[in-house]
């Protein structure tokens, strides 16, 4: 029984460290990818990769919230009837802690962060093409920024506790292409 809870710790520093490794890599990745597309683009590029971040958050925001809610029983059916993605589901929620903070935390904040970044990008450039410094600008850009996220935010959340079935099933045919939660 001590070898037992002796491993619990360990295993438990051995995802920390892997978040935080998948953190840094996942974050270095959006953050090169949206400085190369912010580069020479326009308004309405960068808008579009603003907008982008923002939906990406909230998609997995939604099934990170899901993985928390969703019950086993369907998909055990689903997977003995040998339906695509059942298995994949069953990995999600069996590990549902560790998916809701990687969708949650680690895809969820990164976008927060980057989404900030492109819109510091947004401002400036605004700026620079209306000749102004206007703190009133920035602030309005982050506010709607803000309101966009967190509203869309919360109609998730209602979506993700009312289909979580539905929302886990999908993510999890979505991970059954690459073969995750597969043994």
């Excluded at 819109?119 to 093409?129: C, G, M, N, P, Y």
């Excluded at 996220?149 to 979506?159: E, N, Q, R, S």
Aim: charge should be positive; include cysteine; proline fraction near 1%.
């Amino acid at each position: 029984m001590a070898k037992k809870e002796e491993s619990k710790p360990r295993s438990y520093w051995h995802w920390v460290l892997r978040i935080f490794l998948m953190s840094v890599v996942l974050s270095a990745v959006l953050s090169f990818a949206s400085g190369v597309v912010l580069a020479d683009a326009g308004y309405a590029l960068a808008v579009l990769v603003l907008v982008l971040f923002i939906l990406l958050g909230i998609v997995f925001d939604v099934i990170g919230v899901a993985v928390t809610a969703a019950d086993t029983r369907p998909f055990h059916s689903m997977a003995a009837h040998r339906e695509k993605g059942a298995r994949e589901a069953l990995y999600l929620l069996k590990n549902a802690e560790k998916a809701s903070s990687f969708c949650n935390d680690v895809v969820g904040d990164i976008c927060g962060i980057v989404s900030g970044s492109t819109a510091a990008v947004i401002v400036v450039r605004l700026q620079a093409s209306f000749s102004t410094q206007s703190i009133l600008l920035s602030i309005s850009v982050t506010a709607l920024i803000s309101g966009l996220t967190i509203g869309g935010k919360a109609i998730g959340k209602k979506l993700a506790l009312d289909r979580s079935t539905d929302v886990v099933l999908r993510a999890a045919k979505l991970l059954s292409i690459f073969h995750i939660g597969r043994k």
